[in-house]
């Protein structure tokens, strides 16, 4: 953390021997922090990444880590508080020749609600995500093919991870 002067007022490493990324983060209503990224340090599945979440204090000091895969390299890209003090992390579930947008809703000790795979079979992800004013997910990420070229892809979830419309 940084003051309004530039000067740091801690910092703080997370992971373990593994490559660990960190993809987003946000303060939380308590006055902490949540990050979303990738872990290879602590992977469900042996030599793939999964999605880890840190939840921590104003100081930096975690108050839980966990990672959630689904036998695919997964990533959050993006994560926000949901009104009930839980998460929503938007990301990426990989696999050879594809990958779809990977949702998860968390409690607010990061123990999964629900999950949900999205896509279209092509090479998509969810970079971004923001809840509606009538209290639905709307995820915004990126579809491409092989042809390299790559378009905006919108999806609309319900709270309780049900698909409503993609576009």
């Known amino acids: 953390e940084v003051n309004l002067d530039g000067v740091v007022q801690w910092e703080k490493t997370f992971g ?7 993809r987003c983060v946000t303060s939380t209503d308590d006055g902490g922090y949540i990050v979303s990224g990738s872990s290879e340090s602590f992977p469900a599945d042996e030599f793939q990444p999964d999605l880890y979440l840190i939840k921590t204090d104003a100081n930096g000091n975690p108050a839980w880590e966990k990672t959630f895969g689904v036998g695919a390299m997964e990533s959050g890209n ?29 409690s607010p000790s990061g123990d999964s609600l629900w999950t949900g795979r999205f896509g279209t079979g092509d090479f998509i992800e969810g970079r971004s995500i923001a809840i509606a004013p009538d209290g639905n997910y709307v995820i915004a990420g990126g579809v491409s093919g092989f042809d390299y070229s790559e378009d905006v892809c919108v999806l609309f979830v319900d709270p309780q991870g049900r698909l409503i419309r993609q576009m």
Do not use: C, K, N
Request: proline share 3%; no cysteine.
């Open 16 to 22: 373990g021997e593994g490559s660990d990324i960190g």
């Open 78 to 106: 993006a994560v926000m508080q949901t009104d009930d003090g839980g998460f929503i992390v938007a990301g990426t579930a990989a696999l050879p020749g594809g990958s779809s947008v990977y949702l998860i809703r968390t």
